[in-house]
Each structure stands twice: as C-alpha cells, then as structure tokens.
C-alpha cells in the first residue's frame, strides 16, 4: 500500500460519506424497504408503476408504489441493468421533487423590472414565437441555440426543434462533464466508451472515477464482486474516495497529472517487452511513433510530475502486464480527464492506448467494446425528419475534436456574448452556474435577446431568462423509450406515476410540440409522443402496453460475447496510436506530456471537485430529505489535508475562507488525512444562489464560482479544474 494508505477499519470508521449512505438506504435496502412500506401503507388503492430515476443520468429502473394517488415505495427494477434491484439514496430523495413548495407552477415572464409575472402558455407561446421568427429573419436560424441534458425525450424534442427552425446548434452538458473523454477515446479507438469488466478482472485501476461516489448501482454491484473475487482494484485519485473501501491500493496523485502516470507506464511495458505485442500489430496503427515519443516518459519522469515513487508506477504497470488481457484501466466519467484540464482529451485518449498496450478489448475481465440497441427507421412521414441543417454547429470548426453530438455548450456561452447566438433554450439545464464561471456565463447570457428555460423549479439558470416555462416532474409525465447499451443491451421506459400536482405545468414532448407551432414549425410534430414511442417500440419487436408492464425490456440475444474481434471505427479501421485528427486540431500525432494547468504560485493549493453518494450536481440540494443528510454529517465542508492544516493552524471545523482573483467564501473544513497535501476537495453540489430555492439556497461553496472561463484547446471542454485556491483561517 502508498504511504498515505489507511486501514479498511479507520477508513470506514472516519467515512461520514460512507455513514450517510448507509443512513440513506444503501447497504440494507431490504430493510429499509420493508420499514418504510410498513410505515407507509395506505388501506386504499394502490398502484405499481414501472418508471425510471431522473436523479441522475443512469435512469435506474424501478417499480413505483403510490397509494391513494400518493408515492409511498420506490423498489429498484431487478431487469434493469443499472438498478440491478437497487436504487441509491438520491434515488429515493430526488422522488420528493413532485412534491417540493419550490416547484414552478405556471409559465413566467421578466418584466422591466427585473420580476417575473405568471403569464398564460398561449402568451409564453405567441411571444416566444414571434421573437425567434424576428430573429431568424434578421440573423439567420444560426442564430439560435439550444442546450439540454440527454434524456429520452429532452433530446428527440430539443434535436427536432432545433433542427426544424433550421439551426445546427444544439448542445449537451457534456462540455462540462465527459467531452474531453469521450472525444480522446474515439480519436484513439473510433467509440466514446467502453465498459470495464470490473467483475471478472484481475486488475482494474480507477483513474479518478468513483463508484461509490458517483454512483450506478450496478456498477457498486461490480466493483463489490470484483473485491470479493480477489481482482487488485486500484483508485487513482487525490483524495481516498469511499469506493477505496473495495480497492487494495490508494495512489494518491497530483490532480491533473495523469497522463504522466498513464504514459510512464505505457512506457515501462513498451520498454520491457510487456505488452501485447501480437495484438498491437495486427490492429494498430502508428505504434511505433509513439513508442518513440514517449521514450522519455519514464518512472522517474513521471515522479516528478504526479508524486508517485517511480517504483509504484514500476510496480504498477507489471502487476498490470501480468494480469493481462484480464485487466484495464476502467474508462472513467468526469473527475480527471472528463473536462478537467489543458490535457483532459489527450489524457483519455493515452488511458484507450495503455488498455490496447494490455490486448483486453473483449477479453474477460478486460475492456469490452459493447453495442447498444436502436430504433429502426420509421416508415410514417409524420416522423420523417426535418431538413437536414447544412450549416455547421457554433464552435465545431474551434474545437473540431469535440463530439458532434455534444458539442462545446461554453463556447456556445462565448457565441452569446459576442452576439452570434441572439436566442437560446435551456432544457434540463442549469448551464450558468454548473457550466463555466458563473459570473462570466451570467454576463455572456445577459446579451442574448431571447433566453428560454424549461425546469421544474428557480434554477440560476431560470434566474436569467426572459421566460421560465415550468415542467412536471418525471414522476408526472411519460416519456419516449430510453434505448439502451452494455453488455445486454436494453429498453426501458419512464411511465407517469403520479397525476400532475400542478394543473398548470406541462411535459416536455407538449412543451416543444406547442413551442415548434407558435415559432412556424409545427409540421414536424403532428404525432403525439405515445404515437412515436409505439413506432420506435415496433422496430424492435416491442409494443409500448407490453413495456409499460415491465418496465425494462432486455436483449439477451444481442449480448456482448467475450473474445468477438474489435471492431474500432477510427478513419485508420484500427487503433490509432497517432490520429491525422488530432495532428490537424493542433496537437501531437500521438498524446504526449501536456501541462495541465496553469502554474500553482505560492500559497496556492489546487482545487478538485467531486460527486458525493447523497446529491446530484445541482439539482437535488433544494430537497429537503437529502440537504438534511449532507447537513447532518458536515457533507458540504471542503476538504484539505492534516499536513496543510498544521501548517496554517487549522484545526477540524474551524471555520476557513477558500479563496482566488474570482471569488472568495467561507465554510467549516474538514481536515483529513484522506486527501493530499496541497489539494483543496469541495463537494460539487453546494453553494445555490436561486433564493427560490428555500432548502438549498446560500449553503455551502459553489465550485464553479472558482474556476475562470477558459475553454480546454481541439477538445472544447470547460476545464472545471484548471484553477487554484488560497485558503486560511476566518480572522487570520
Ligand atoms: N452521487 C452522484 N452520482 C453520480 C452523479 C452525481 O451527480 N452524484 N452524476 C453522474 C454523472 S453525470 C457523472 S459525470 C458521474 C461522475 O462520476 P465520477 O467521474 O466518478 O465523479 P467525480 O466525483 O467528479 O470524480 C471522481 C473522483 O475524481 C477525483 N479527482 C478529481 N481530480 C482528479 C485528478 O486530477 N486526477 C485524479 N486521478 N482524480 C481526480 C475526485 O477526488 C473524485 O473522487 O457520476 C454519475 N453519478
Ligand atoms: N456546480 C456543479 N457543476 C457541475 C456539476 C456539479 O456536480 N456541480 N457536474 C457536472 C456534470 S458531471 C454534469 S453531467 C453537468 C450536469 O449539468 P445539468 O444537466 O445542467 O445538471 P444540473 O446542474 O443538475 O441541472 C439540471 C437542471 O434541470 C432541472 N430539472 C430537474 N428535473 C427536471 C425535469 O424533470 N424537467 C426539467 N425541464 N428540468 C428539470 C434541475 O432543477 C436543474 O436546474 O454539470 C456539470 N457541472
Ligand atoms: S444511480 Fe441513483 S440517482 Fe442515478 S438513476 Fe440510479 S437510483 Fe437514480
Ligand atoms: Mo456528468
């Protein structure tokens, strides 16, 4: 174990994380289940509903138990491959959304004071309409945008919307999420994603990715097995994550670094002949380009730039060469190399060549490139799409490596203050505060001549807007299927449970349908989304009644199988070791050293931000069941290392001031040996600034508020950790 290891004992006892989860509901659901349904069982009627969370993007399938029209049981899907038969906390939290005081209710216009005033939809739609018309005639449909979260029907009904006024520009939150990665892995393999098979490993090492944390049941589920199966689980992070609870060795690393440690021990297996050399012939490309490039990649090297003694990195990659092919680096999701850094895609892209270096594409216990499954083509017009948009999306020529279907939204940010973008939608969104620097994204969104934002309560991003057009929950709206990859790809669906509370919210396929006929464009949605969803279901052999009975529906013949040839869809048809894209954006033909961050000058600590098991970004911490956990444990201190607090006389929830050129705040710290010296770790889920947000308003530090804009190069992600702190004692 590194130095900094602690004990599996001193770890769980010190662990509030670990504490509150358990307090939460995630180690004895069974329990917690039968109590709460005792607790909570009406005499009346009661009805199950199959749906999925919304709490996060894994949309867990689970049964919905409502009594007397009121929710009462929420019990995870067993057939649903990322509930596997359990929800996590924010699972059962998050389902209070539908019943919050700070629900919007009705449509909302800013009036020239500033103050928003209920209107009708007809008035929301006929102003709405008339402005992006005026707009369009003057500008160009280039100049509107849109920005949404991937969820099942938010994507159909933005894309579509977009696409039918004529525009290219639709943005995901990706930018600041997994851009970075996604766009580095396909340079290198031709996909966005793999899936680690964790389970069946021999090694699997965690590169600032943590299951535990940023939770997937199913993959706790895997991570669980994999210890008990003896598998060397390896965490990677900064900071000791709660999933170190399951891993043998903790290397903490200098955030930022891990390209260094990816590429040191790339070279310590090229250099003694450890990796797959029979693989890397036949399916690569280029490789011996970089095996020259990163000759000077050694341990030594390496040290100096992640502190980690050169003999770990040693010792790690043989230890790797020995467990291979049944072992890998898991592709991670944001925390180091989503959107993180100057190096974050070129980080991502070295991870898929180490994992190539190991030949585990498709082997047990490796990497698998698995396939998911998809609506077929639909025959009725009515569904036919829009034009196709031949104008290019704002942003793909800056930052051409970016994932065309993401897109770079904080350049999208840029395009509204410099007047390119005159009008933009947010659906699912709190882009201003969640996205780039808050101050700076407020300023650039101001300029925009018409802001519309869809959400279901006073987000910061609503805060902003011309118009405020309120949702129902998702437990009162149904949605198109969610089509689903993995190992056995899947269909699910989320069902309404609940009757709408709120008479004067609407679902998102109305919303945009209405919206799409009051800007000129309602040609394109003469369907309703049941309609749709029917069509998409039969081009698998499914029909919407049969899957709302079970809610999840799974491909068993489809399944991934293990040893089937990879396939990697990159412009070479192989591997690429060196990628012409990556050489054309500006880059080095193959991933090489590149300093992460700006330099940390003295007295500077660097900042890392981090999911915790209980919250989800920015949208649960208004719910008043899961703020009570992260209250009660002291989840929204920052945390900094014992080493750093002696150095500046801070002892364990002192209150301390976190602070840089951008913003300055005060909070109670944790102080803890479970992070390295020189970090500061903040929550990412703090820090609210909507006042209509009474639970979670002005509690705690808002990561983003410390991170300047700037946009990572080729890649166009929001370097949410290019940044430093100074921190020090309140009165010192
Ligand atoms: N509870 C919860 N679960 C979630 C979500 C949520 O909001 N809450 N969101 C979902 C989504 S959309 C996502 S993207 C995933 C995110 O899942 P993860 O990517 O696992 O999320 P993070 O917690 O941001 O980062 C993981 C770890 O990276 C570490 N880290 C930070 N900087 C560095 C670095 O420079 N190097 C290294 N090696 N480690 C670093 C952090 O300390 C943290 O422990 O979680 C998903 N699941
Ligand atoms: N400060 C901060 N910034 C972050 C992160 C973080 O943890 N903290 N995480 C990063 C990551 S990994 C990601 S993926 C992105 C996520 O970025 P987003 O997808 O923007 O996620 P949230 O910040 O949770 O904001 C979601 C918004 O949707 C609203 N919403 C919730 N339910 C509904 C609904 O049913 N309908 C509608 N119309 N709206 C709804 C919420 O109230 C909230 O305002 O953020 C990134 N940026
Ligand atoms: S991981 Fe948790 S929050 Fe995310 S969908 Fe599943 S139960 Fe909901
Ligand atoms: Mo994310």
Redesign the pocket.
Known sequence: MSENAITRRSFLAGSAGVAAVAAAGFTGFGAWQQAHADEEAGTGRTDAVHTLCNA???KCGYTAYVVDGKLTKLIGDENNPNAEGHL?A?GYGYSQIAYSKDRLTDPLKKNAQGKFEAITWDQAYAEIGEKVKAIIAENGPEAIGLVQDPRPSGSYYCNRFIAALGSPNTYT?GAA??LSKASGITQAIGTGDWVSDVANSQMTM??????C????PSQVAALERAHENGAYIVM????C???TVFADEWVP??????LA?VLAMSNVLIKNHLYDAEFVAANSVGFDDWAVAIEGCTPAWAEQLTGIPANTIESLAARFAEAAPAASIEP???????C??ANSGETARAVALFNTLLGCWNQPGGALLTSGISAGKLDDPRFAAPPKVEAKKLGSEEYPLASASMGSAVYAGEMAKTGALKGMFFYYSNMAVGYSNPAYLADALSNLELMVVCDVQMSETAMLADYVLPETSYLERSELPEFGGGRVPYVALRSQVLDVIHPNTRSCDQIFTELAEACGVGEYFQFTQDELAEAQLNTVGLTLEGLRQVGTVQFPDKAFVYGKQPTFNTPAKKVQFTSEACAKAGLSPCPVWIE?QDPVGEGEY?L??????????TQ?ANVPELMNIAEEYGLMRPWISVADAEALGIKDNDEIVVENDLHSGTSKVRVTER?SPGVV?LP??YGCTSPEQHTAYGKGLRIMDYVPFHIEPAYGSTMS?NTTVRIKKVGA
Do not use: E
């Open positions: 996060c993007s894994s996590c924010r939150h999420c997994n965690f590169i600032g990715r943590s299951y944390d940023g939770i997937r990677v992070d900064p900071r994550n709660n999933s690393i200098t955030p930022g670094t891990d440690l991670s999701w944001r925390g180091a190399y989503g993180a850094y992460p660097r890392v931000g981090g999911k915790q098991a209980i919250m989800t970004h649960t992070i770790y990412s889920h950790q």
